[in-house]
């Protein structure tokens, strides 16, 4: 459910990518890079300087490709295929930064930074390095697993009776102990209309392949190919089904989610929550769906109790679909995919050599715990200059859109009362450091004993705690929303809170940004970033959530009606573009291209602004000099856009291209980068760009 807008590189996020600019000089420690000497300064100026020329392919004309002018050589030095992982990218290098932070954090004695919450990760992470170990074990702890809720047809072949299966009784039992929800599922959640209580919302499994498309069409065929070989690889080698049984089961179960997954939504629809969800009483949801789906009881056994309040139906065309095809499948068919989505939260299979197992845990440990690594890591390298820089970029990004929605004549397409509401929502808006120092991470861990040697008794004493607090929250009132590790390495606009949360993964210096660094590569960074993030809460879904947070079309019908026009012309310009030989989808949903577009805008006059600003102040030529990089001959206007171009500089193993696509609601990089761009009139002129040339197009896309 979309209640927050997570701004992804790519769904497939592997911590493998450049490194942060080098010195040159491997004696050099954090502490002497921190020290504000002008040997040190001039030594990070430099540094960068070769990170960014090494990127750059200067023999491309700007005006024709700023993509390829900027990063040409991105991949040549990145290869993603190379180096044997999926994406190459910033996201992906800062995250590596983090992870070598946090693999020294859980593989060192316990210190005195260490709260008894912290031992107990670490408890985890050491159980999964142990996994060998475990080996043997392994077939005979799932098989217990599955007996808590039954037995599955495939393990017990003609002894399992038909008769004895309750399918969603089963599923809800699973939902009740430990949150896994096979095929349809209840949970509890902040209300996205009302956002100071939670309320129940019911509807679809999640699906590892994560998109309709992924389910349909001959361009995602191998990937379906490759999920029903690790099916057939789960029931060989951890329950140790024969092949000849493991392959046509296999079949079956990939067969009968490919028919669920007709129900999900076609993201390039652009379906909001309010269109996509529903709010019933229980009651009324049972007499919809009666007697295939027994809404009443699913609803009661995973709760444990009666719900009396107005439930959220979400997604009724999935729900819809379900109904038919429960009743076209076999109820062996369906007992052998329960189970199996039961085991495969709890199967793990290690790399076989040591460092890389290391990674593969670190990543196992953040799915359950990245709120206690991000805690972790900011307690032990809490940097506060990148936290006041942060918020000084916040302040000057809010002065600047506050100032544009107040005065410029090119937003008179809204209409003054609906400019005045998202005034009063922009002031309300909050920039927060997603470092998760207020949790009360004591009481999140009672009940929880987790120990070094058995990894899927610590899941599942993990996942049952988790589904307790998920069942609780019916009680309480409204917390924080939370994403897991999807809010370690990306900023991301909580649109049912109005708030902002930047990872502490950002606030490592040298990645993105430094002090030695010009404004013009801070500003073409960090300060589009949190732009992007910032217009999340005006765009396609963020533009109907109010100053609190709450679900609310504030919009009058004149500006509504001038918004949908100008998106289309996102919709068209955007749905032109080819990637790899793949024609992007003409998509109605035009969210992310709005933010990338009007990010960097809001960045770019934020800057401007500065700039401006030491034209006229004493002292000031001082720090224009600075804007200037050393042997980049450029200008600080012309860094900025550079900057901002090599934050999307990236590169995909070629295997996963069509799945980035199907999958992700972002651009790939390349045209992220030259689709904003080229709507951008002082980019061109930055770069003196003829009229009608690629990179200026007569026809531009404009919104904020």
């Known amino acids: 459910m979309q209640l927050l807008h997570i701004c992804l590189v790519g769904h497939l996020l592997i911590a493998m990518a450049w490194s942060a600019p080098t010195t040159g000089n491997a004696t050099l420690g954090q502490e002497d890079l921190n020290s504000n000497t002008t040997y040190i300064r001039e030594l990070l100026r430099q540094s960068k300087v070769a990170e960014m020329k090494s990127f750059m392919n200067p023999k491309v004309d700007p005006c024709h490709d700023f993509y390829e002018f900027s990063c040409g050589n991105y991949d040549h030095i990145n290869s993603a295929f190379r180096m044997e992982v999926l994406t190459t990218g910033v996201f992906e290098t800062v995250t590596k930064g983090l992870n070598r932070n946090i693999v020294k954090m859980l593989n060192e004695g316990h210190d005195s930074h260490d709260t008894p919450e912290d031992i107990q990760v670490k408890h985890f992470y050491e159980s999964c390095k142990r996994l060998k170990d475990l080996s043997a074990q392994y077939p005979d702890k799932l098989r217990r697993l599955i007996a ?23 599923v809800a039992r699973m939902s009740n102990r430990y949150g896994i929800a096979p095929i349809l ?12 209580r939670n309320r129940v919302y019911l509807g679809q499994q999640e699906f590892p392949l994560e998109s309709r498309a992924m389910y349909e069409g001959n361009a995602t065929q191998v990937y379906r190919e ?28 990939i067969d009968f989610e490919v028919d669920l997954a007709m129900g999900l939504v076609d993201e390039s629809e652009g379906l909001d929550l309010n269109e996509l969800t529903t709010l019933l009483t229980v009651e009324e949801m049972h007499k919809l769906y009666a007697p295939t789906l027994d809404i009443n009881r699913l609803v009661f056994v995973t709760l444990g109790e009666r719900v009396t309040d107005q439930i959220y139906e979400f997604n009724s065309r999935y729900m819809k679909n379900l109904v038919e095809v429960m009743q076209r499948t076999p109820l062996r068919t369906v007992a052998n995919y329960v189970f199996f ?23 196992l440990t953040k799915k359950f715990f990245a709120k206690n690594l991000d805690n972790m890591f900011y307690r032990r390298h809490n940097n506060e200059k990148s936290s006041a820089e942060i918020d000084n970029m916040w302040r000057q990004l809010k002065a600047t859109f506050n100032e544009s929605l107040r005065s410029n004549p090119h937003l008179n397409w809204i209409s003054r009362p609906t ?22 991470f004591t009481e999140e861990f009672a009940g929880l004993n987790l120990q070094s040697g058995d990894y899927v008794e610590n899941v599942r004493q993990t996942l049952a705690q988790s589904a307790k607090e998920m069942r609780e929250l019916l009680h309480k009132p409204a917390k924080p929303l939370e994403a897991g590790s999807q809010l370690s390495y990306t900023p991301a606009n909580i649109l049912v809170e109005n708030v902002i949360k930047v990872p502490v993964a950002l606030l490592q210096p040298f990645y993105i940004w430094a002090d030695a660094y010009p404004n013009a590569v801070m500003f073409g960074t960090l300060a589009s970033l949190i732009g992007h993030e910032l217009i999340h809460g005006f765009d ?18 004149r500006s509504s009606l001038n918004f949908l026009d100008r998106r289309h012309c996102f919709t068209q310009q955007y749905g032109k573009y080819i990637y790899d030989g793949i024609q992007l989808k003409e998509s109605t949903s035009q969210s992310e291209n709005i933010a990338d577009n009007a990010g960097v805008r809001l960045a770019y006059t934020a800057y401007r602004e500065w700039y401006d600003i030491q034209l006229t102040k004493p002292g000031g030529s001082k720090a224009l000099a600075m804007e200037q990089l050393p042997t980049l001959n450029y200008t600080g206007k012309q860094l900025f856009f550079i900057s901002f171009a090599q934050v999307w500089c990236n590169d995909a193993h070629p295997n996963i291209k069509a799945l980035q696509v199907s999958t992700d609601q972002h651009m790939p990089g390349k045209f992220r980068v030259i689709g904003s ?11 003196n760009c003829a009229d009608g040339s690629p990179m200026n197009p007569q026809d531009k896309c404009f919104l904020y």
Not at 342 to 363: A, G, H, M, T, W
Not at 544 to 557: I, L, T, V, Y
Not at 677 to 687: A, G, I, K, Y
């Open 341 to 363: 989505r039961l085991i495969y939260e709890f199967v793990e299979s290690p790399s076989s050599n040591p460092e890389k197992r290391k990674q593969e845990c670190v990543d």
């Open 226 to 253: 490759k999920y029903r070989g690790t099916i057939q690889r789960y029931l060989q080698r951890f329950l140790q089904v024969s092949k000849e049984l493991a392959k046509p089961t296999a079949q079956e179960l």
């Open 677 to 687: 761009l080229s709507n951008f009139e002082e980019f061109s002129r930055e770069f």
């Open 185 to 196: 599922g209840a949970e509890v959640s902040k209300d996205f209309a009302s956002n100071q």
């Open 148 to 170: 808590e809720f039954g037995s599955m047809p495939v393990l017990e072949g003609s002894s399992w009776k038909e008769s004895d299966f309750d399918w969603l009784g089963t």
């Open 419 to 440: 400019r005045n509401l998202a005034i009063a929502k922009l002031q309300a808006m909050k920039l927060e450091v997603n470092n998760y120092a207020d949790v009360n």
């Open 540 to 557: 396609d879904g963020g533009r109907k959530f109010d100053a609190q947070g709450n679900s609310h079309d504030w919009w009058d019908e």
